[in-house]
C-alpha cells in the first residue's frame, strides 16, 4: 500500500470515507489504518466519526512511509534499551498536550509499538518547532526523571549552529539575562525581576557580508533563549518571526538554529555520550560563495 492524499468532496466522517475508498479491504485492516495512518492538517486523527469537510486533505500513509519514519524523516542518531537522540527535522513538535498532534514523541511511541516494544517516550528537553537537531528521549519515565533531576551534572554540552544578522561584538561572550514569558512570547531583562536565570556563550565562526555564522552553548536552557539572546546583542537569527527582523529578506526558507552537540553521562551507564550531527549546509552554503 502506497501513501495516499485524498480530497474531501463532500461532509462524511472519517470511517465512511476509509469504508468508500478501501471497498475491498477486511474489517481489522481498516481499523488498522484507522488507528495509525491516517494525517490531516499535520495531526494523527484515529476518531472513527471525526467529521470530514469539503475540501479537507486526509492523508493515509502507506507502508514504505511508515518503515521509513524514524530513519528517514527522523534519523536515530543513537539508542539502546533506555535512551533515544534523534536529529529532530523542522517543522515538528517537540511534544503537545494535544494527542493528535504529530510529534517526536507520537513519532518515537509508533517506532517503539512497531518493535512491539512495551516501552514508551518520555521527554528529556524541547527543541522549538522550527529548530532541527539533536534530541533526547527516555524510554522510562525514571530515566526521564533522573535527567530531570540532575540535568546539569549530566549534560555537559548542548551546543548549536545559527546564521545571525550581522557578526555580534565582540567576537565571543556570553550573554546573561532573566528571561519572563508573556503572552507575545519570551522578555529579557538584565536584573533580577523574578524570571529566569538564562546564560548563553557564543563564539563567531565566520562571516560575510550581512551574515554570521555563530556557534552557542547553553549554561541553561530556557524557552527561546538563543533567540532571545542574539536580540539583545542587535543580530537575531535569520527567518525568526518572533524575534527578528520585520523586513527578514533571509535566503533561507527556515529559522537558523540546529542543535548540532549534546554531550551527556548515561544515567543508568554511567558512560559519557558524545554526540554530533553536521552544520546543515543550507547554513554554511552561504560562506561559501
Not at 83 to 110: A, C, H, Q, R, W
Request: glycine content about 6%; cysteine-free.
Amino acid at each position: 500500500m502506497k501513501t495516499i492524499e485524498i480530497e474531501v468532496k463532500e461532509p462524511i466522517k472519517l470511517l465512511e470515507l476509509i469504508d468508500k475508498k478501501f471497498p475491498d479491504f477486511s474489517r481489522t485492516k481498516k481499523k488498522e489504518i484507522l488507528a495509525h495512518r491516517v494525517i490531516i492538517a499535520s495531526r494523527r486523527i484515529t476518531q472513527y466519526d471525526f467529521p470530514l469537510h469539503e475540501g479537507m486533505k486526509v492523508i493515509i500513509e502507506g507502508d514504505e512511509d511508515r518503515n521509513k519514519m524514524m530513519h528517514g524523516k527522523m534519523p536515530v542518531v543513537f539508542e539502546d534499551r533506555y535512551l533515544m537522540v534523534v536529529d529532530k527535522p523542522v517543522g515538528l513538535l517537540s511534544n503537545s498536550k494535544f494527542p493528535n498532534d504529530i510529534t517526536v514523541i507520537t513519532e518515537i511511541n509508533d517506532y517503539l509499538i512497531k518493535r512491539r516494544s512495551r516501552q514508551r517516550a518520555h521527554i528529556v528537553h524541547r527543541l522549538d518547532r522550527d529548530t532541527s537537531g539533536l534530541l533526547l528521549v527516555a524510554k522510562t519515565k525514571e530515566v526521564a526523571r533522573q535527567f530531570e533531576e540532575d540535568w546539569k551534572e549530566r549534560v555537559f554540552d548542548r551546543s548549536y549552529i545559527a546564521v545571525t544578522w550581522g557578526a555580534p561584538v565582540p567576537a565571543t561572550g556570553t550573554v546573561r539575562s532573566w528571561l519572563t514569558d508573556n503572552e507575545y512570547g519570551v522578555v529579557s531583562s538584565p536584573t533580577d525581576n523574578g524570571g529566569k536565570l538564562a546564560i548563553t556563550h557564543y563564539k563567531t565562526l565566520n562571516k560575510k557580508g550581512p551574515y554570521a555564522l555563530v556557534k552557542m552553548n547553553l549554561e541553561t536552557g530556557r524557552r527561546n533563549q538563543i533567540r532571545v539572546h542574539m536580540r539583545e546583542l542587535g543580530h537575531p537569527l535569520l527567518k525568526d518571526p518572533i524575534y527578528g527582523y520585520r523586513d527578514d529578506k533571509s535566503p533561507l526558507k527556515r529559522l537558523a538554529l540546529h542543535a548540532y552537540r549534546l554531550y551527556f553521562v548515561h544515567p543508568v551507564t554511567g558512560k559519557e555520550i558524545k554526540l554530533e550531527t553536521p552544520f546543515p549546509p543550507e547554513f554554511t552554503s552561504l560562506f561559501d560563495k
